[in-house]
């Protein structure tokens, strides 16, 4: 089967999708269907060899894989935002020092609110963040839940102290 005929099922697939309202399924198969431009020509089989051949090899790269993430600079927003502690104004400045460097982009930012969720722990867990925005949503929650942690450990600190 030649990928030309796969491609039109897929699109046709992504119509259909789209006609019944399920854009999801819509948008993945006009994924599936884009990843196979400039291969029409090609039988299926072959393609698959070829990809097969190629992830044994580790020959694909993503754009993410090729770009560079400035460590540096990942280090050193994280810091401000962990030296903010608990005040909003001071989290509010180092949020602004992000906005405004220009060495902070995407990957840096998801970086960026990786380290800080997991710092202070030592945690590793990682987010594979789809947007902007919910990395930028992960920063402001946790530093959310740490103003409201400490808020509240300072109310039970001074009730034990009246306590003794």
Known sequence: MQLSRLKRIFERLTD??????AEEPA??????????KGH???????????TRKALDAGGFTSAK??????????ARHTSSLLSAGADRSAFDAAVGAI?????????????IANRYRNQPSGG????????VKQARGTIRDVFLERADSQSKRGAIDKLTKRAS
């Open 40 to 50: 029409e020509q090609r039988t299926v089989d072959d393609f698959v060899a070829e």
């Open 124 to 131: 590793t867990h990682e987010i594979k963040f789809k947007s």
């Open 99 to 111: 906005d405004a460097d220009d060495q902070v982009g995407k990957l840096e930012l998801f970086a």
């Open 16 to 21: 259909s999708y789209a006609a019944a309202g």
């Open 65 to 74: 894989q090729r770009s560079k993430i400035n460590d540096d600079v990942v």
């Open 27 to 36: 948008k993945d198969m006009r994924r599936v269907a884009d990843l196979l």
